[in-house]
């Protein structure tokens, strides 16, 4: 079965630009697609389909999907962007997600 | 308002059966797909079940297979899940999430189960 791989943690300093990556087979043939979740919260859908930004969701938020890499990118990271933030495709119909970033800004 | 309110999780034993719904608002319900997602306490999200808007086709985890059942009433805009056969390692908090092509959209709040003796 299909599986993408995310690392367990990226860090950022305020301000700058944070990039979480979503390591899978030829995933940049299949759309990605990025949710972010705080504490105690359903996921939220923050990019879809490698780089749309569904309503209410800032243009910081921007995607990338190439050869086996998908990427979420963050760009002037505030303190309100820490969370959890998970990749997800559809393969053979399956969801499928990736196992989770913990995004800290310092 | 668009939104999407599971119900139905709590303490069961293990072996025992749950059904959880998931009420639709909002927007047109019989036009959507949808999902049933897990997430265990400090685990990340695993997903459960997915069935088309006219409830035609149905998928299901591999792992889950012949234990849980989806299904829908579009006339209650309403999802639904029976779990039998509970074991510890389904405690976990149940989202219902639309699906738009390949990705979920809208996700409710979630309900938890928990199987416990």
């Known amino acids: 079965s299909y599986e993408v791989t995310q690392p367990l943690s990226v860090s950022v300093a305020l301000g700058q630009t944070a990039r979480i990556s979503c390591g899978g087979s030829?995933?940049?043939?299949?759309?990605a697609h990025w949710y972010q979740q705080k504490p105690g919260q359903a996921p939220l859908l923050v990019i879809y389909r490698d780089n749309y930004r569904p309503s209410g969701i800032p243009e910081r938020f921007s995607g990338s999907n190439s050869g086996n890499t998908a990427t979420l990118i963050i760009s002037t990271a505030e303190v309100g962007d820490e969370a959890d933030y998970y990749c997800?495709?559809?393969?053979?119909?399956?969801?499928?997600f990736g196992g989770g970033t913990k995004l800290t800004v310092l | 308002e668009v939104q999407l309110v599971e119900s139905g999780g709590g303490l069961v034993k293990p072996g025992g059966s749950l059904r959880l719904s998931c009420a639709a608002s909002?927007?047109?319900?019989?036009?959507?797909?949808m999902n049933w997602v897990r997430q265990a306490p400090g685990k990340g999200l695993e997903w459960v079940s997915s069935i088309t808007s006219g409830g035609n086709y149905i998928y299901y985890a591999d792992s889950l297979k012949g234990r849980f059942t989806i299904s829908r009433d579009n006339a209650k805009n309403s999802l639904y899940l029976q779990m039998s056969s509970l074991r510890a390692e389904d405690t976990a908090v149940y989202y219902c999430a639309t699906y738009s092509g390949s990705y979920l959209p809208l996700w409710g709040q979630g309900t938890l189960v928990t199987v416990s003796s």
């Open positions: 909002g927007f047109m319900f019989s036009d959507s797909g």
């Open positions: 030829n995933i940049g043939n299949k759309n």
């Open positions: 997800q495709v559809w393969d053979r119909d399956t969801v499928i």
